[in-house]
């Protein structure tokens, strides 16, 4: 068949396939019904957006700390510091009758914590570090396992160590798969204070029996992206005004609080960039492994075209993700392991000179698709997979850089559920527990994805665009679940065992 012939045929067949469509539109709405695959599939079916009200806050979601990991290195250091806070407020005589502190890990916080840092992290918070200012040279001194500190909380001196550490069960019966029990022990081996924390991801932590957080109510409450658009079309406000409204409302902050803090999660993940792009050598790792991210870029400025700017957004991606994994700080975004992604989709949004205002209304627009993965799915590694991880991170910078250019709510859900869609089913596997292989070069392609998805959902007609981020939220949800755990940041599945020698 010659070129004309085939021309013609796909413009027919084409607009055979076109009416078909326009046909089923006619009589389907979002979602299809049940019963047009009857005999194949599955006899479940979308229950509908989740209900609920989000309280999550944009501090909540961009967190700074140190890397390398959000649910593993970042909330253990903020539990240790909620530990040691909880000691200080305590009655003498009952701190009197501690010795020593112990701290018990479970699932994956004990099957890959010491390649997470995760030691290092609880000594730095019960030394007295936080998160967002914590000095990490200090995090890389407290590596030697021989050396002993001492700490003086409440008046009583504690020896600080990895002793005091127990690497416990894998599989566990606690109601989540990041499980830290912190204990105070008396010389008789009494116990006069202990409390059981959870690290969910993203570097957000909570405990048992923990009571409600006082914490504002929105003015526009939602908990699904269809409620959020009939909340937006009846207010008629826009997605960056009621993400604004909202953080006012629940944390009780000011515009000036909010527009810095959006601010300083712009300035690190640049800084993180150009730092990630200045450095060279090794990697922290008990096996060789080099940074890339500088020669990569250097190499992209003298290529042409599609692959100067492939090579120049993956470099940026690899940047920050390398600082992470050798323990500088970063911002989760929504977790450390994929902090790389979204500082990278900024650098071009500055490169494209977009105005500050601009790059504050695309992170409002990642924050609106972040709370809506944490709330109605997850963003842990260890419970739904990297999907959580680099899917969402996609997800984000995605709607950040689709928002900011001036698209559409429309367009900016469209283009956070392409993202999202083609990493369902991304597994947790990292090679020895280390967030190196395959998480740092997972971010650059995370970070492809989001500018593809951004050119994708700009360039077609979003009504016509069969998914919507909802349904794929809780497909994500559903995959996680059906994951087996050794696929879930267990460093027992997938590359962590393909990768590793017997
Ligand atoms: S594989 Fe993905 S989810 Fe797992 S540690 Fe690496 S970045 Fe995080």
């Not at 000691?87 to 005589?93: A, L, R, S, Y």
């Not at 550490?165 to 010389?187: C, F, Q």
């Not at 939602?222 to 008629?236: D, G, I, L, R």
């Amino acid at each position: 068949m010659d070129r004309r012939n085939f021309c013609k045929l796909a413009v027919l067949s084409s607009a055979g396939v076109g009416s078909m469509l326009l046909n089923a539109n006619l009589t389907l709405a979002k979602g299809i019904p049940s019963g047009v695959f009857t005999g194949r599939g599955t006899d479940k079916c979308y229950a509908g957006p989740p209900k609920g009200v989000i309280l999550t806050s944009l501090t909540d979601l961009f967190k700074i700390g140190p890397g390398p990991s959000s649910s593993h290195t970042i909330a253990p250091l903020r539990i240790a510091d909620n530990f040691r806070q909880t000691m200080e407020e305590m009655p003498k005589d009952r701190i009197g009758n501690a010795q020593s502190i112990e701290v018990r890990l479970f699932g994956s916080l004990s099957a890959t914590g010491r390649g997470h840092h995760t030691d290092r992290a609880i000594m730095a918070g019960l030394l007295g570090q936080k998160a967002e200012t914590c000095d990490t040279k200090l995090m890389d001194q407290l590596q030697d396992a021989t050396k002993k500190y001492p700490t003086t909380i409440n008046g009583k001196t504690f020896m600080i160590s990895h002793d005091m550490i127990v690497w416990d069960k894998i599989e566990h019966s606690y109601p989540y798969a990041n499980t830290m029990i912190m204990r105070l022990v008396g010389k008789d081996g009494s116990i006069p204070f202990e409390r059981e924390y959870y690290s969910p991801g993203g570097g957000f932590f909570l405990w048992k029996g923990q009571p409600e957080a006082d914490r504002g109510k929105p003015l526009y409450p939602y908990h699904s992206m269809t409620q959020f658009k009939v909340m937006a079309k009846e207010n008629k406000k826009s997605l960056h005004e009621i993400i604004l409204e909202n953080e006012k409302a629940i944390m009780k902050f000011g515009d000036r609080e909010i527009y810095a803090h959006l601010d300083m999660v712009i300035k690190s993940m640049l800084d993180g960039v150009r730092q990630g792009l200045q450095e060279e050598g090794l990697l922290p790792a008990p096996f060789v492994f080099h940074r890339k991210a500088k020669r990569i870029y250097e190499r992209s400025r003298k290529a042409k075209g599609g692959d100067g700017f492939m090579g120049r957004l993956s470099s940026y991606a690899l940047a920050v993700s390398e600082g992470n994994a050798a323990g500088r700080l970063a911002v989760t975004a929504p977790t450390l392991g994929s902090a790389g992604t979204m500082p990278a989709i900024v650098s071009v949004m500055k490169e494209m000179k977009l105005s500050r205002n601009a790059m504050r209304k695309g992170l409002l627009a990642a924050g609106l698709i972040g709370f809506l993965c944490k709330n109605n799915a997850s963003v842990a590694g260890a419970e739904v997979g990297c999907q959580g991880e680099i899917g969402v991170a996609s997800a984000m910078a995605a709607a950040m850089i689709t928002y900011a250019t001036g698209a559409s709510l429309e367009a900016t859900e469209v283009a956070a559920t392409i993202a999202l869609e083609h990493h369902l089913g991304m597994s947790c596997d990292p090679v020895g527990g280390f967030v190196l292989i395959p998480c740092i070069e997972r971010n650059a392609f995370g970070a492809l994805k989001a500018y593809n998805a951004y050119l994708l959902a700009t360039n077609e007609i979003t009504s016509q665009h069969w998914e919507d981020l909802d349904r794929v939220i809780m497909a994500m949800l559903e995959t996680g679940k059906a994951l087996p755990t050794s696929f879930k940041e267990m460093g027992t599945g997938g590359l962590g065992v393909t990768m590793v020698d017997c």
